[in-house]
């Protein structure tokens, strides 16, 4: 399940309209949700609360093998609402697999006020703090949102030296490291420039999305339908002459959008540089509309988000995404393909392979959320009282190395609890690696 850090980040993500998906950081989102997910080695408690909506507080420990836990604090500009562990849906606390619509540009919020081209109000923050013990390691981070398409992240971690002469000199050592992040994302494009001081590591990150023609009608594109399947469906005959939809020309019967990008990083200390580039196809949430209606409604009603949103819609292919990620000067290629196959049930494969020395591997996983129909009172089998209820999510994971994860995440009374185990299935003396429990509260 996610940490308690995470849901906080991604709700005022979502509360500021970024999209943090529309990063070349997050091109590998989709195959990343299904295979890389860990499990718990121990026993593992979270405990969490939010006192005010802009401020919330986290504890967290281990009681099991070593002892150890940790004291977060969170705030933030904006009132943000995490919601309960008893109440909040499984997508909402659990990393699954979703294809991404095409990002939007980002808008300034109802509540910003400007005032001769300058905005006047307090601009959004969202500060974050955690002290581990008994390392006394601390982890911070600060976000600040200085317009709507422009964000600086500032994280750090400080480890104090555990030399007992420590106390004598009069420049104490310290083991840290401090990363400053500039983001800039405007729906097309988005770019991504970080510093790190401890190594003074210099990168750059930039990520294009290309995206259906400009004559696409924006109620269209909001739910997923192009333009060109939305005049046949409206009867409106052939095409302009000389328009191709930039969805359609990529993959015959296949529509989705096409997103590249690249990273370049210097670093001063070692006097060394490194690059990537990477590109992602995925196929767009298309959706076909119900019926016509009647001949005397007007055929702006067909396109508009809520005729193309209605619960007869059906899905016209079946969701993917291909990720490929090139690391030339370390030989280093990624190759990762996932898919929903079913409601509630998606794969994906991964193949690493270093053409250097020849190195590989290959990693399938999957995940399968469980759910159970629930029947309200007075309501027959089938009937409109009849909803599904989620019950859980089982992931699972293996590779050529010989490992095989499992990881089961559900909800018993107020508390969400994932289990998990760790195999090796080449050794006989020890085929379980890990094995942990892990239970996380929080309102």
């Not at 709700?11 to 860990?38: K, M, N, P, Q, V």
């Not at 990693?363 to 009937?383: M, Q």
């Amino acid at each position: 399940m996610l940490p308690f850090q995470t849901l906080v980040l991604r709700r005022y993500f979502e509360a500021t309209g970024w999209e943090e998906d529309a990063l070349y950081s997050a091109l590998t989102a989709s195959s990343s949700r299904i295979l890389d997910f860990s499990v718990p080695t121990s026993l593992h408690l979270a405990f969490s609360k939010t006192p005010t909506p802009g401020f919330h507080n986290s504890f967290e420990t281990t009681v099991l093998r070593e002892m150890n836990g940790s004291l977060g604090y969170f705030a933030s500009s904006r009132d943000l609402d995490i919601g309960s562990s008893e109440k909040s849906a499984f997508r909402d606390v659990v990393d699954g697999f979703r294809v991404h619509d095409m990002p939007r540009t980002p808008e300034p919020g109802e509540d910003e006020i400007w005032q001769g081209g300058e905005r006047v109000d307090t601009k959004d923050f969202l500060m974050y703090g955690r002290c581990h013990l008994p390392s006394r390691r601390v982890d911070g981070l600060f976000l600040r949102r200085h317009s709507p398409t422009l964000q600086s992240i500032l994280a750090f971690v400080h480890s104090p030296s555990n030399n007992n002469n420590q106390a004598l000199s009069s420049s104490p050592h310290f083991k840290g490291n401090a990363l400053l992040s500039l983001q800039h994302s405007v729906g097309r494009y988005s770019t991504e420039t970080s510093f790190s001081f401890s190594d003074g590591l210099l990168g750059v990150r930039g990520l294009y999305n290309f995206a259906p023609s400009s004559s696409t009608s924006s109620s269209a594109l909001a739910s997923g339908l192009g333009l060109g399947a939305a005049e046949e469906m409206l009867g409106a005959g052939s095409r302009k002459a000389g328009r191709v939809d930039e969805e359609e020309s990529l993959l015959p019967g296949v529509r989705g959008r096409l997103s590249m990008g690249g990273e370049i990083y210097l670093s001063g200390k070692e006097k060394s540089a490194g690059m990537s580039i990477a590109a992602r196809f995925c196929t767009l949430p298309d959706q076909i509309p119900p019926p016509f209606p009647s001949s005397s409604s007007s055929s702006s009603s067909l396109l508009s988000p809520s005729a193309l949103s209605t619960p007869s819609a059906i899905q016209s292919q079946t969701p993917m995404t291909f990720t490929l990620v090139v690391n030339p000067l370390m030989g280093h290629t990624s190759a990762a393909y996932s898919s929903q196959i079913g409601k509630d049930v998606a794969v994906s494969s991964r193949f690493d392979l270093n053409f250097y020395s020849y190195q590989s591997e290959w990693t399938i996983g999957g995940e399968w959320w469980l759910r159970k129909a629930a029947v309200s009172p007075g309501e027959g089998k089938g009937g409109l009282g009849e909803k599904e209820r989620e019950l859980g999510v089982l992931k699972m994971r293996t590779s050529t190395a010989g490992d095989v994860s499992l990881l089961y995440t559900t909800r018993v009374s107020k508390m969400l609890i994932s289990a998990g185990v760790v195999s090796d299935l080449g050794s006989r003396l020890s085929p379980v690696k890990a094995l942990g429990v892990e239970i996380q509260y929080f309102r």
